[in-house]
């Protein structure tokens, strides 16, 4: 702008002296006014480019670089917590193995304990035959016998009595057959071996004579 002034003067001369001092005072601090705040926004326009884009990148290189700090410390919390579950899992593992290898080995420790009683009464068996007779091991082994079968029942151990009863497949095994007297045909007669049943499940099959019809001459 001042430079199309200082043309335009070149070629009209205007005599300084014939404008008033305000009128020519005030136009040519009007004009260079105008001409020092254009270059001094162009200055303000460049400087703030030159220095908000440098400063704008290394505030967000900080902010990324928080973030993957945050995230690496998320992850080592995360991997130990996975360690410590894993530890804790084997541990629960091998307890419950213990116990359970525990359990085979020493379920059968009170009914062990109680057939061990049982065999006290019979090593003294033989004291008392020569001590007291014959008759007198009799009664004794029959209380032995007796003392036994509580044990059995004590831990679910039962003994069958199918004399008279329908054949069971699940429970009897068919050793003979016998003519029928007191039983009905194809009830059992007679027991050759006893068959035993803990807490209900057969564990030995009880080797039965089925009675059947006998023919008539």
């Known amino acids: 702008m001042a430079v199309r002034f200082l043309s335009v003067t070149r070629r009209y001369p205007i005599d300084l002296c014939r404008l008033t001092p305000s009128a020519s005072t005030r136009s040519i601090i009007g004009l260079f006014s ?3 705040e254009q270059r001094s926004a162009g200055d303000d326009c460049h400087s703030d480019d030159g220095n908000d884009d440098p400063s704008h990148s290394v505030t ?4 990324l670089e928080m973030r993957a700090r945050k995230l690496e410390q998320q992850v080592h919390d995360l991997t130990e917590r ?7 899992s084997d541990n629960v ?5 213990k116990f359970v290898e525990d359990a085979k080995i020493f ?5 062990c304990r109680d057939l061990v009683e049982v065999a006290d009464l019979l090593e003294k068996s033989a ?3 020569k001590r007291e007779g014959t008759q007198q091991l009799t009664q004794y082994l029959a209380h032995i016998q007796g003392r036994l079968q509580d044990v059995f029942t004590k831990h679910g151990l039962e003994k069958m009595t199918p004399v008279g009863a ?5 429970q009897h095994e068919i050793v003979c057959h016998t003519p029928a007297e007191a ?7 007679v027991v050759k071996q006893d068959g035993y049943m803990l807490h209900g499940r057969t564990i030995r099959h009880a080797l039965v004579g089925i009675a059947v019809k006998t023919q008539e001459h």
């Open 60 to 63: 967000h290189v900080r902010m």
């Open 34 to 36: 105008t001409a020092a």
């Open 166 to 170: 329908a054949y069971d497949p699940y």
């Open 82 to 88: 996975y360690k410590r579950a894993v530890a804790d």
């Open 127 to 129: 004291d008392i035959e």
């Open 93 to 97: 593992r091998r307890r419950t193995q």
């Open 107 to 111: 379920g059968i420790q009170s009914f």
């Open 183 to 189: 039983v009905e045909p194809g009830c059992i007669a």
